[in-house]
């Protein structure tokens, strides 16, 4: 029905509005409601189902990408510019732990998927053809560990036909994005898992309550000044990042062209690094009092918007066309699961490295600070630095997996 982006933004604002005046409401019903549901996780399906049931097309919508480009920067230097970073590196090494779990469940996740269901694609059987189903997964393996830089890299090292490549795409954005819809359904349940596993919390409850004290009885009235200088900031440190990002990623793509492994080609891995950086220099200066006024709370509403453009390309109805394939990339994430659950386990790790070591590899620098955030906004920069070590050894291990599932076919 709808398919003009500024006719789906507006639909987008007005669930956002709804779903966040709803949640807060004291009304018994609603109250009872998001005890069950948590409201990020309807900022990110509604927009899903209304894609889904045809109501919103978002196939040509160029929202996502204004979001991921132009409000994830300023988005990341607003949380980020009252980052406690002593206190981010002081949550030990369970972090990194997990994040390398998840790697590992997606390295062998993908050939026992071949193993298991293989079988179920004669049409992609051949492992010699341009369409194997190999070569199209080791693009999935591409852009669930590190990005989009990955997925194109994996592209052209394995010579993956167009057909099997596209069908790829769609298996990534309907099973990423269930995988995340289950994230961040487990958010409020996260004490749950915490007990479970005995894990030790006291270095994220600490953070979370050192960032509390931070704000207590030091919160003040915005005024239009202010706000203005946190846009100011913001945007204009977003827009010195652009014109970095635009500098760096050709000259290594001309001057060191093997650093592709890196995604040191990418612009956009650029921008993210240096709009993270730019936020952690602010937290050394005056402009660490912006926090006092909400600039983690304009940054969030930045970041919601993010999320409801990330929900617009779930299209459920898909799973219906080529139900096999779908249930390929679920095994293959369940696999992913386990291997970070076994993982979370042994080490007793909280449910929060559990969840952003996943989406440090799954979703990367766009959808992990979203997970993090939902824990507390001031716990996004963990999870962009995570994302940005998927990025850097992305298409390492996007390749060994390739080999492993070449090998099993």
Request: aromatic share 14%.
């Amino acid at each position: 029905m709808f398919h003009t982006d500024a006719t789906i933004l507006g639909i987008l604002g007005i669930v956002l509005m709804a779903v966040f005046t709803t949640s807060s409401s004291q009304h018994p019903w609603c109250k009872k409601f998001y005890s069950v549901v948590p409201a990020l996780l309807l900022a990110y399906f509604i927009p899903g189902l209304f894609s889904s049931t045809g109501i919103i097309d978002a196939s040509n919508s160029k929202l996502y990408y204004v979001a991921t480009r132009y409000l994830l920067p300023p988005c990341m230097i607003l949380l980020v510019l009252s980052v406690d970073l002593k206190g981010i590196l002081g949550l030990g090494p369970k972090a990194l732990i997990m994040f390398f779990a998840g790697t590992l469940g997606v390295i062998i996740g993908g050939p026992l998927a071949i193993i298991l269901l293989g079988g179920m694609f004669p049409e992609y059987g051949d492992p010699q053809s341009a369409d194997a189903l190999w070569r199209g997964m080791s693009t999935l393996a591409g852009t669930w560990i590190g990005g989009g830089a990955n997925q194109t890299a994996m592209k052209e090292i394995f010579k993956v036909g167009d057909q099997i490549f596209s069908v790829m795409v769609v298996v990534d954005i309907i099973v990423a994005n269930c995988w995340m819809a289950f994230l961040l359904w487990m958010v409020p349940r996260a004490h749950k898992w915490d007990t479970y596993f005995k894990a030790d919390t006291t270095s994220i409850d600490a953070l979370q309550k050192k960032m509390e004290d931070y704000h207590h009885g030091k919160d003040q009235m915005p005024t239009l000044t202010n706000y203005m200088q946190m846009f100011g900031l913001a945007f204009f440190l977003s827009g010195v990042a652009h014109f970095l990002a635009d500098i760096i990623a050709p000259f290594f793509e001309t001057h060191f062209p093997q650093t592709v492994q890196f995604s040191l080609t990418s612009s956009f891995f650029w921008l993210i690094v240096l709009a993270t950086l730019f936020g952690v220099i602010l937290s050394f200066t005056k402009y660490k009092k912006l926090e006092y006024f909400g600039a983690s709370k304009l940054g969030s509403v930045f970041l919601y918007i993010l999320i409801a453009t990330i929900g617009l390309k779930m299209n459920l109805v898909e799973i219906a066309k080529n139900p096999s394939l779908f249930l390929l990339g679920f095994v293959w994430m369940l696999i992913h699961g386990l291997c970070m659950f076994g993982a979370a386990y042994v080490t007793k790790s909280p449910f929060f490295f559990f969840a952003v070591g996943s989406k440090a590899n799954i979703g990367g620098a766009a959808s992990a600070p979203v997970v993090a955030a939902a824990f507390h906004p001031m716990l996004a920069p963990v999870a962009v630095l995570l994302a940005v070590l998927g990025y850097v050894i992305g298409t390492y291990g996007a390749w060994l997996t390739g080999i492993l599932m070449r090998a099993v076919s």
